[in-house]
C-alpha cells in the first residue's frame, strides 16, 4: 500500500465516524451478558412459517420477477400494498408518493444527498436517532438541536431557533422529527404540539421528515395523527419500515413525499444501489396480501407490551433513588435519567463488568450533552433475562463511584 | 408543496441525472419489441428449485440470524465462502480483504463517496460503465476518459495523461477499470497490458478499480490473471456480484481490497444502510456452500456461449456493410460499430418503430464520443427473437437516412 493512502481518503469519508454504537457493542460480545443495547426485535416475533410458505410460492411462481433486477421505485405490488394500507390509516397518496429503500438508513442517507450541502443547518430533536445523525453529518451538515418539553420538540424554542438562522441567512434544510415513541426519548408528539411545528415550518417554508420505524407498536393509550396527514400544503416527507414491525433482515423500507422529491429520491437510488432486492419485496408484498403482516403484528405488540411491563416492575423494584425513567406507550425503548452527578459513559464500563449493558444517552445528542442519560432496549431479551438485567444495572448504578 | 421547492435541492442533487438507459427503455415497454438494451440475465438461469429447498432450511434453522440486523461486514459464512472461492483462484485474500456490498452499485458509489471531492479525477475507460460514470460524477469527479487500442486502455495514453495531471496538481484518484468482457465494449485486457496499468499506477501512486462482474463468464479462449492478483503492492480494489452469475434480485455484491480501504467502506455502509439483507446473504452463502453455485454457474456459461454464437451466426447474415462489431469471449455484450456518419441515437427511434432496442454506444462515453457505437446485450432474448431481432435492427439500419 502507498504510504500516503491517507491523502486518498475525501472529505466526507473523513466526516464519517464508526457508529459510537456499534463500536461498544463489540464490547458486550461476551458470554452471560444481557444486553439492553441495540434494537433488535425479539426473534420470536419472525414469522418464520409463514415465510416458508410464501417464498416456495414465490419461487415457483414468480421467479423471473422475484430474482430478477427490479424498478428503482421498488416492487409495484409490495407498493400497492403499502399504499393501500396508508390510505386506510388516513394518509391521501397514492403510488407516486412512494419509493421502496434498501433500509429506512437508506432513507436517511438519501435526505443528506438529496438536500444537504456542506455547511447546510438541519434541526433535530435533543436526543435524536444516531442514524439519522450520522447520514446527515456525512454530507456536511450543521445539526441544530432543539430541545424538548414534555410534548416532544418545543415549538417556542424552534421557532426562536429559526428567526435566528433565518436572519442569518442561514435558513434549514429540514426539520428531522421522530414523533411516535422516539428514539432514543420514548415519548409521542401529540396532536396540538405536531400542529404548532407544522405551523412554523409552512410560516418559514422549511421541510418536515417525520421518521416514524415504531408507530405501529402501539400497546397503550392512544395513537395521534401522523404529521404527513395534518400537513396540509404536502412539505411532510415521512419515513416507514418493517425492520421493528415486521422483520429487519428483509432492509425494507420507504419514504412518502411529494412526487417532486419522490422523482430526487428515485434519481439518487438508481446511482446508490438501481434498485432494492427483488426477492424480498416479492416475498414482503405477498405476506401482506395474505393477511399474515396484521396478525404478525398484533402478536408483536402484544408480546412488546408485556415485556415493558415487566421492565418496568424491574425498574421500579431495583432502581437506586434519584434514577429516573420514561414509561413509553409503545416503541422499543425506556430512556433513563441518571443523577446529575453521573456519566453514563463511565457507568457503562462498570455495567458490563457486571454482565449487563445498555447505550449511552449522550451519543443521540448534537451537541455533546445528555452525559447522565441512557436508552434501554425491551423488545428484545427474554423476561427473566429482563427481571435479572435490571437487577445487574441497579447494582452497577449503586457501585458508581 | 412550496414554490421555491428547487431552491432546497443539493448541488449533489444537481449533478445526479435519470439514468439514459433507463429512460429510453420505458420507450421499449411495448408488446412485440424485442430488446437487446439492458443487462438482464437469462431467467431460466435462476435455480428456483434449489432456492425454494435453501430458503425452506434457513428459515426453519437459522431465522434468527438471518431475518435479524447483521453485521455491517456481511454475512460471516458468505464471507468465509467467498473468500475460498477467491483463494482457489489465486487471490491472496481473508475475510479483512472483503465487504458484502447492496450490489455492485453500491459499491460505485461508495468509490465516490470515500475517494472523490469535488473536481476530482478519475481516470476511466471510453467507453465505461455507465454506473460508474454516474456513481462518480455524483460526487463531483471530473472523469477523464483514456481510449483503447486492441488490447483495452492504452497504457502509452494513460502515462501521458497522468504526467500531464501530477503537472497540473490534479493527480487521479483512482483508475476503473473492467478488464474481463468490458460493459460496453466487450474486450479482455490481456496479462501484459494488466502489468503496464498496474506499473504506471504503482510509479505514480493512485489507486487502481478492477470492475469485475462479467469474469466468471467465460465461455472461449483463456481466462486471464485478476489486477489484483498481478499488484504486488495491495493497491488494487476489485468489485465483485451475484448479478450475473446468479441471481441479480438478490442485490449482493462485494469488494476485495487493503483492509485499510475496507475499513472506510464499512464506515460508509453504516450510514449508508447498515448491513445488506441478512436474508438473501445466508441464502446465498448456504448455495455456495451446497455447491450449487458451480454447478449452476457451469451451466450459465454454456447457455450464453450458444446465445452468443446465435447472435454472431445472426450478424454475419444480415448485417448491411459498414457494420463491425465485436466477438467476445465471455461476458453479455457485443460492441457495434455503425459506419461513422451514422447516429445511433436517431436510430434508435427507427428500431424502436421497428420492434427492436439496443443501448446506444455514447453514454458510455464520458466525453461524448461513441455517437455511431450501439451496445448490444445477447443473454437475455431467446434464440429465435436473437434472429428475429438481428433481422430487424439491420432492416432498421438499411432504412437509415
Known sequence: MYSNLQDSFSKMSGRMKKSAIRELLKLTNKPGLISFAGGLPAPCTFPSAELVEISKEVLEKEASIALQYGTTEGDDLLREQLVKRYVAMGLPINKGNLVITTSSQQALDFLGRVFVNEGDKVIVELPSYLGGIQAFTAYGADLVGICSDEHGMSSKLLEEKIVELVKAGQKPKFIYIIPDFQNPAGGTMPEFRRKEIIEIAHK????????????????????????????????????????????????????????????????????????????????????????YFEKNLKATIKLYGHKKKIMMESFKKYMPEGVKWTDPEGGL??????????????????????????????????????????????????DDYIVEGVKRLADAIRAYK
Not at 219 to 242: S, W
Not at 364 to 380: A, E, L, P, Q, V
Request: aromatic share 14%; glycine share 6%.
Open 204 to 291: 418559514y417554508e422549511i421541510l418536515i421528515v417525520e421518521d416514524s420505524p415504531y408507530r405501529e407498536l402501539r400497546f397503550e393509550g392512544t395513537a395521534q395523527p401522523t404529521i404527513y396527514q395534518l400537513d396540509t400544503k404536502g412539505i411532510t416527507i415521512t419515513l416507514g419500515t418493517f425492520s421493528k414491525i415486521f422483520v429487519p433482515g428483509f432492509r425494507i423500507g420507504w419514504i412518502i413525499a411529494h412526487p417532486d422529491i419522490i422523482d430526487k429520491f428515485v434519481t439518487a437510488k438508481q446511482s446508490v444501489d438501481l434498485c432494492t432486492p427483488a426477492f424480498v419485496q416479492r416475498i414482503a408484498a405477498r405476506y401482506m396480501e395474505k393477511g
Open 333 to 382: 425503548f425506556l430512556f433513563v435519567y441518571l443523577p446529575e452527578h453521573m456519566d453514563a459513559q463511565k457507568l457503562f464500563m462498570t455495567a458490563v463488568d457486571n454482565n449487563v449493558a445498555f447505550v449511552i444517552g449522550q451519543v443521540f445528542h448534537c451537541d455533546g450533552s445528555g452525559k447522565n442519560t441512557m436508552r434501554i432496549n425491551f423488545s428484545f431479551c427474554d
